[in-house]
């Protein structure tokens, strides 16, 4: 089968690819062909024995999402988008990107759809960012769409056209909407929800963090590899069990702040945890304040989606995965 | 102050012009400029001493928005849009009527907003169809955003994009959640929804009317008279009581066809109930199964906006308002 990940050279979208090169198939599917597109070109996977294609491409530029529906890929992941806080400051990026771009893609598939009955699997990354404050806790799945940004906007819009684009028929569509990704590798970088995984990626290093926010805040999370998985899960899923309100919110661990610190205790001592430095930041907190403190998701569990159950195992894989098994 | 009404030549457009030249204003301030387009043109309203500017215009052309908002209207009431099944059948033209259409105007608003602060009031009507089966009864405020038409899907994402302008700052909106409108007046129309209306509309005159559906079919309803109330109420309504979650669901009264019917004997005697005919349509039958069947409406309620208490009432305006005031 022909794979197409759109926002390859991203965190998730790295992890996805590398997935998929180890499981050599998605489900019971051998996959043969990758196609890697970005707006800056993706690395080339190591170890895979198929077709690759990679391209740095800004599918939201008219005419590209035709071209990469040519090919007719059978399965489609679309992760990309620009962040929370660009779309925030930039508006006609933001809703030309995350809002246009992505319905270029689907149009493209409903004119293909029409040529010749084209009907690929559309994997689309959605975000808890299609909620916002006042939020009970745990938020149900029927819980409406109440998004406080212009990024949670465009995902709230881009699910509804997916579910619109499935029933009637043109593409078989689910939305995923993940979780806060914690721990994510790398550097800090300046995201305002980037504190969340520096608290605890830093200090695991020996390295200094900084904590803006009281140890009381409560938000959702999940590892990396859930995230990789949810996609997977989702792009092999029968999809007639999902019916018609195609967007799923996906398990994860609601913690504090002061639970994710405790669990930096139990697994890496106190003198982690010495490491975190408290600096408050009234504009973080302002923001973070509107933000999920975690979902029901019992849809999704019940469709077999499945993630960490305590942050103990959330830093446990940041070890496995990106330390190589040892502190 | 300048009122722009879009879709002016429709039932609701003709019947808030009429209002507004009755109240001769809106809320406290005087209307003394009135701009009423449709793709049709709108009739010249009777009566106003005003300024009356009316005009055929398809507002999703380009540059026809523009060219509205140059006028910088004080208020504008955007009910312009492709009914459901047209909009199911004509994919193109619903998205872009009913979606593109829409945004075009906001974006007109909001460039006018960049240019000289322009903030406008705009009031837009979304439909219950934003919800679909399965539903619960009555339905919660925070239930989210299920609809199973394209139409409901442009409604619903409308309503995302005047939460998103409103919050930052570009208009002042508020989106108007209207109950299906009876008694519609007029003549029978191929309408899916129309029996609601025909059931009661044509044997207050002694004229026959089918019924498609069982009698145990539950909906929800407010009257023509209703329907403007609403639209009036919310163009003068202090919008920081609603906060950022723009769309409201309005107040109705949620009725059986059955309990349509004995209403009817109530007002109008055995004689008109004899003239219904039964006449069972599978696929009517099936399209009304996936309709709400009533809302909560505490936030609208809260807000001051109200409807009808029962069928009774209904049947009554009908009565003043189209019948002039007797049998």
Known sequence: MH???IGAAGMVGRKLTARLVADGGLGERPVDTMTLVDVVKPEHPAGFGGKVVTSDVDVSSPGEAEKLIATRPDVIFHLAA??????????????????DG???????????HGQDGYKPRVVFTSSIAVVGAPLPYPIPDDFHLTPLTSYGTQKAICELLLSDYSRRGFLDGIAIRLPTVCI??????????????????????????VLPVPEDVRHWHASPRSAVGFLVHGATLDLEKVGARRALSMPGVSATVGEQIEALRRVAGDKAVRLIRREPNEMIMNMVAGW?????ATRATGLGFTAEKNFDEIIRVHIEDELGGKL
């Open 3 to 5: 794979v197409l990940i």
């Open 82 to 99: 620009i962040v929370s806080g660009e779309a925030e400051l930039d508006f006609d990026k933001g809703y030309r990107i995350n809002l």
């Open 102 to 112: 992505t319905r270029h893609l689907f149009d493209a598939i409903r004119i293909a």
């Open 184 to 209: 994510r590798p790398g550097k800090p970088n300046k995201a305002a929800s980037g504190f969340f995984s520096n608290i605890l990626r830093e200090p695991l290093i020996g390295e200094e963090a």
């Open 292 to 296: 999920a403190p975690g979902f029901e």
